[in-house]
């Protein structure tokens, strides 16, 4: 089965995962977030850093979501969404971040994009994930 992927629509089919491409610079991060959202059966990509998901991008992407961390030290999480974005204009960005109040002076427009605080629980990052990708959030697991 070939890598290469066919254009998507804006979301992925029902049928489909959404896939969801995870940045962040800490190790520990990215881990506890590809497990989580592996789990729940999202199709995952990680990266380290901004160019390293530009190169995921170019070579995996389209994807629904781009999950990413704000301050990083090769490229800031903002410049990484506005990037994709400009190749991909209905990717929908989860900004992960211990710098809520900073993004908050920085960002006026908030399109598609939104943000968790970190450190954060199991169910606040599938919560926020369902919220940006699907406008609800998941039901309760019975």
């Known amino acids: 089965m070939s890598r290469k992927h066919a254009p998507r629509a804006r979301r992925a089919s029902k049928s489909e995962s959404p896939r969801v491409l995870i940045v962040d610079d800490e190790a520990a991060v990215r881990t506890f977030v590809e497990r989580v959202l592996r789990s729940a059966g ?3 990509a990680v990266a380290a850093g901004g160019p390293e998901a530009l190169s ?3 070579t995996e992407g389209p994807f629904d979501l781009l999950l990413t961390d704000v301050m990083m030290p090769e490229m800031h999480g903002g410049e990484l969404a506005r990037q994709l974005r400009r190749q991909h204009a209905n990717l929908e960005v989860l900004y992960l971040t211990g710098y809520g109040d900073r ?3 920085e960002k006026t427009m908030w399109e598609g994009e939104a943000f968790l605080d970190k450190p ?3 169910n606040g990052l599938l919560d926020a994930v ?3 990708l699907y406008r609800r959030a998941l039901p309760p697991a019975c």
Do not use: G, M, Q, R
Request: glycine letters at 0%.
């Open 42 to 44: 999202y199709a995952i």
């Open 120 to 122: 954060c629980t199991v």
């Open 130 to 132: 369902a919220l940006v």
């Open 103 to 105: 993004l908050f002076k």
């Open 56 to 58: 995921i991008a170019a």
